[in-house]
């Protein structure tokens, strides 16, 4: 800090956008129609898998932790976002932001786990059909959600709560939320630890889970390859195919935003909109669409 008085700020401002009033409704219609749309899919999904005994399998348990990640993450921002798009004063206490930036932050941590899990429980039914029900029981599979939600809560919010940021001088937030990469840039005070915390956990929650995806799916290749029949192929690969397709839109943009660039910059909140609020709406209907069972439930 330098060595004058600071006064510790209490709010901060939400930069957004823009101002212009005609840009705000658009921007409203857009982000309320792909809350509303969030909201039902995931919500029916969640409703779908828990009614139809035919979906009570380990790949469905996993994708209703999916969904219900995909509800909490949508719901800690884009709320806020609906209310500030008519606002002039897009106001928001420190203590509310930083809520909003833990929350976020573990549950995207967490979601970065379970796109994990998903590819290992593929694999584990591709690879090793006969011992399927075995490797992937019930009880494995509460063990790994357990794992999962305190290994996220442990290594996101526990370091935050022991080492809350500060914040002083500049209260102009360049986002429409709480992003952390931009809460940073506003905090005062040495960020050597928060900042090396950060590297850390990029490394362990973002690389790690990737590198696994990725030799997982090297693996599912290579036994779908060796696979005879056509027909053996092609249902090999659908079952795969909607988990890929989330992995590369929440990884790829998750990659851009956090492992891009050293500094917060203008354009990465337009790329948090594609993981942040793109991939929550989109998981519903590639699943949904691409899956023969959820639409054999759905019609039932």
Known sequence: ????????????????????FQACILLFVMFFIMYILTILGNSFL?????????????????????????????????????????????TISVTGCLIQMNFGLFLGTTECILLAVMAYDRY????????????????????????????????TLIPNIIKPLVFCRRNQLNHISCEILAVLELACGDLTITKMHMFYQSAVFLISPLLFIIVSYICIIISILKISSVGGRS???????????????????????????????????????????GTPVLNPFIYSLRNNDVKEAFMK
């Open 46 to 90: 969640i409703f779908t898998i828990i009614v139809s005994p035919q979906l009570h399998t380990p790949m469905y348990y996993f994708l209703c932790n999916l969904s219900f990640i995909d509800l909490g993450y949508t719901s800690c921002s884009i709320p806020k976002i609906l209310l500030d798009s008519f606002s002039n004063a897009r």
């Open 124 to 155: 584990i039914a591709i690879c090793f059909p006969l011992h399927y029900t075995v490797i992937m029981s019930w009880k494995v599979c509460n063990c790994i959600t357990i794992v999962m939600w305190s290994g996220s809560f442990i290594g």
């Open 235 to 277: 249902k090999a690969f659908s079952t795969c195919a909607s988990h890929l397709t989330v992995v590369i839109m929440f990884y790829g943009t998750s990659m851009v935003m956090y492992m891009g660039q050293a500094r917060f910059s203008s354009s990465q909140k337009y790329i948090s909109l594609v993981y942040g609020v």
């Open 1 to 20: 800090m330098d060595n004058v008085n600071q006064t510790l700020l209490t709010e901060l401002i939400l930069v957004g956008f823009t101002q212009n």
